[in-house]
């Protein structure tokens, strides 16, 4: 009786080896894949798509004039007309961009007419309270 489980579980480990082994032949060609694939030179083109602002490497920050940044100027809207070539080393005072006048010329307009207006406003207070 025991040499009959020996014989049993020696079939059986010998039926398990013999489906591992036929399972590792069979299945080798779907791990290492059968596939060829030519390799062709072409240009290497890398595309980033992203939201925000990016700064070159040497970016030097250009801020606005003091004038340019008060408050209470209500000019928001700047439009560049020309503007200096890209990389160009520049030093303090050089040109670098000219701002399209005639928006500017028009909101300042539009600001000082909306000043005249509220000085109007406020010496015609002052005369009814006086």
Do not use: C, H
């Not at 490497?57 to 809207?77: G, H, Q, T």
Request: charged fraction near 30%; aromatic fraction near 8%; hydrophobic fraction near 45%.
């Amino acid at each position: 009786m025991m040499k009959f489980n020996m014989k049993k579980r020696f079939i059986w480990i010998v039926v398990a080896a013999g489906a591992i082994l036929i399972a590792v032949l069979l299945g080798r060609n779907t791990i290492t894949g059968n596939k060829a694939f030519t390799v062709k030179k072409t240009n290497f083109q890398s595309v980033i798509t992203v939201k925000g602002e990016i700064q070159g490497k040497n970016a030097v920050f250009i801020s606005f004039p003091d004038e340019l940044k008060e408050r209470d100027l209500w000019v928001r809207d700047y439009e560049i007309k020309d503007l200096i070539q890209e990389g160009t080393l520049v030093k303090k005072g050089d040109w670098i961009a000219t701002l399209e006048v005639d928006n500017l010329n028009q909101q300042i307009q539009q600001n000082n007419d909306e000043m005249e207006r509220r000085l109007a406003d406020f010496n015609d207070q002052k005369i009814d309270t006086a």
